[in-house]
C-alpha cells in the first residue's frame, strides 16, 4: 500500500496540495506568501501544518518583558530590552537567545518588504532565537498573516512567538492556530483563594494560558523561567 500523504489547503491555482516533505523544503515563494494576505484560512492551514511537521503540537509558554508596540522593532538580548531603528540585517544581526518584536505595517509594500526579509534570513541559518510579530496600525487578521509566513519561511529553530501583551489574549490564542509555537508576554504567578486553594481563573497566569493552549487542542509546556509560585490572594 502507498503510504498517505498529509494534505493541506492550497491557494487558488497553485496546483497540487501540499504535502509534508513541501512543508519543509524551501520557503514559498514572495509572491505566494503575499497572496496568502487574500486567504486567511488557507495561511493558517499552511502555517499551522507547517508547525505541526517541524515542531509537533506543543506550545511553549515563556516569559517575556512587557513592551508597548515597538515604532520599527525591538529586541530582547540578555534579559534587556532594546529600540532599533531598523531591522536586524539577516546575516550577524542576531545572536542566540534574541526575542525579536517586528512592527510590520499593513501597506503591499510594507508587506513584501518583511517577506523578503523573511526570505533573506531562512537563506542565512539563523541562529535559535523568537520572532514575535506585530503592527501599530493594524488587528486581526494582518498580524496573524505576519506570523503564518513567518512560520512558513523559517527554520525550526526559529520560535514564531505569539505575545498577548501585543496581540491580545483572544488574538494570540487564534495565532496559535496560524502556526505559532510559543505564547509570550509578561505573565503573572498563579494565585490561589485564601485557604481553599482553589486557583483564580486568570489567562495572564501560566495556568490560564496553559487552558488556552489546551482550548486550541494543543499542548502546553512550561519554559523553565515561567513563575508558578501560586500567592494567596489578599
Sequence with gaps: MTEPTTRV????????ATTTAALLAEPPTVEA???LVDEPLIAAARGRARRDALLGRQVRIVARPSMATPEV???VRAGVVRQLEQWPVARGGLQPGDHLVIQVGTTPAERERYVRWLHELARHEPPRLGLAACSRTAAGLH?????AVARLCLP????????????????????????ADVLAGPIDPDRSLPLCGVTRPDENTASGLCTLIRHAGLHPVLDPTTPTTPKVSP
Design 33 to 35: 506568501l503575499l497572496a
Design 73 to 75: 522593532a525591538a529586541i
Design 9 to 16: 489547503l492550497t491557494p487558488r491555482g497553485t496546483g497540487a
Design 156 to 179: 525550526a529553530q526559529v520560535s514564531i512567538e505569539a505575545r498577548h501583551d501585543l496581540l491580545g489574549i483572544r488574538l494570540a490564542q487564534i495565532a496559535l492556530g496560524f502556526g
Design 143 to 147: 498580524p496573524l498573516w505576519c506570523l
